[in-house]
């Protein structure tokens, strides 16, 4: 996916919001061929985000594809979210992207209206690549305008984690379908019996705010724009605002003290919005007890959930698709690349690999346990295709947001300002 508590993401957004000079990248280089290179090798160059861990899994993964295709030989790059993307638009600015790369729903119409994109329904028709088996229907994340631009590696939706303890010593149990007003009532129960702040700031987090207008009948994007209004966005901020100097949310300014760190871990607040498979983490930084609860609806019954999705992408000018292709394929179907790979990318995508890694961790066993929960109960939905500027829209919420709660701008200035912002980058 975000908006979550994710230091990869809130980076991110930063670098990601520059717009990519328009480039021509017409069928030219072999794009529509077979990728058949005779008896010599071929080499195809992979690109991905991510911390050494995930570094070590990947080329561990990569030798396992070597040996079943030792004519095809893999060159790897991966750098943290941030320098990853810019390197990425550098590349694809000139024409020269790496032929497979890691690839997010926010930047798949961005690319794809600048001709990086390679559609794998070619090569799926080739019999190179299958979408059989992908669990939830998540393999639809990558799906564009009747295009497949994206084959997903894991999948991941909005959850929230609690302090047990806490919650625990305020007497609070959250239960399946439970209201948002349910949600800040226990939040100021928790503040005023625990003395600390119940959420570690909701209000930013541009999922989150989807899944609440979802469950409104709205969305936070359409296929080419946003999909509320600034009446509604009025009403989120207001409470949000309301709720950090009510002390119920967790003061901004001591969120960014402890960053890196959670500050849910960190003890400043006892629940926080995030992606289900990030929830790692607070067992690792924190004193406490952390567990999954369900998200607060609005009439009881939708959550407006869906699955999101890490995914590879192919070059549209990669001169060798049938390579790319078979390569995508091994990497999510391949079951020792499951067990490698565990968890790393959100929950794995495929039966074949979901099946074949079992986590022994309480972590990822709650996390797994979660999804498919989620998925049992019939509330996931279809994430909406994100339009062309989405990257820079979401950059936009968690800044703006941001100033807002700390009082540097007021919420009337802030949601104008923000649909200012959104209109141009949805424009470009």
């Not at 797994?368 to 989620?374: H, I, N, V």
């Amino acid at each position: 996916m975000g908006m979550s508590g994710s230091v990869e993401r809130r980076t991110v957004l930063r670098a990601a919001g520059a717009s990519l000079a328009t480039v021509g990248l017409a069928a030219a280089t072999g794009c529509g061929g077979d990728g058949g290179s005779g008896d010599g090798p071929v080499t195809i160059r992979y690109a991905w985000w991510g911390a050494e861990a995930r570094a070590q899994k990947i080329n561990r993964s990569i030798e396992l594809f070597e040996k079943k295709y030792p004519k095809i030989k893999v060159k790897t790059d991966f750098q943290d979210y941030a320098a990853y993307w810019e390197k990425f638009q550098t590349q694809a600015a000139g024409g020269n992207p790496p032929d497979v790369f890691q690839n997010a729903v926010g930047f798949l119409r961005k690319y794809d209206k600048r001709g990086v994109l390679l559609d794998l329904r070619s090569q799926m028709d080739a019999g190179n690549l299958s979408l059989d088996d992908f669990r939830a229907g998540v393999e639809k994340v990558g799906q564009v305008d009747g295009k497949q631009l994206g084959i997903p590696v894991g999948s991941n939706t909005m959850s929230l984690v609690i302090d047990e303890k806490l919650f625990g010593k305020a007497g609070i149990k959250p239960k399946e379908g439970w209201t948002w007003d349910e949600y800040f009532a226990a939040l100021k129960k928790i503040h005023d019996t625990q003395k600390v702040a119940g959420d570690t700031g909701y209000f930013g987090i541009m999922y989150l705010y989807d899944l609440y207008l979802r469950q409104n009948g709205k969305a936070f994007f359409t296929k080419d724009g946003l999909g509320f209004q600034e009446a509604d966005l009025t009403e989120w901020w207001t409470d949000g605002y309301n709720r950090v100097k009510a002390g119920i949310v967790t003061d901004p300014k001591k969120v960014a003290q402890v960053a890196p760190k959670s500050a849910l871990s960190a003890g400043l607040a006892a629940a926080e919005f995030t992606w289900d498979n990030f929830t790692v983490r607070y067992a690792a930084e924190g004193d406490s007890t952390y567990g999954l609860a369900p998200i607060p609806t609005t009439d009881g019954k939708e959550t407006g959930q869906y699955l999101a999705s890490l995914m590879l992408s192919a070059s549209a000018r990669t001169e060798h698709p049938k390579e790319v292709a078979q390569f995508i394929d091994f990497m999510v179907h391949d079951p020792e690349v499951g067990k490698i790979m565990g968890y790393d990318r959100g929950i794995l995508a495929t039966t074949d690999q979901f099946d074949a890694y079992k986590p022994t961790d309480a972590p990822n066993k709650a996390i797994a346990a979660y999804e498919e929960d989620t998925a049992a109960a019939g509330v996931l939905g279809t994430i909406t295709p994100h339009p062309s500027g989405a990257d820079t829209v979401e950059a936009a919420f968690l800044r703006i947001a941001g100033d807002m709660s700390q009082g540097k701008t007021k919420v009337s200035d802030a949601v104008k300002q923000f649909f200012s912002e959104a209109k141009t980058a949805l424009a470009a």
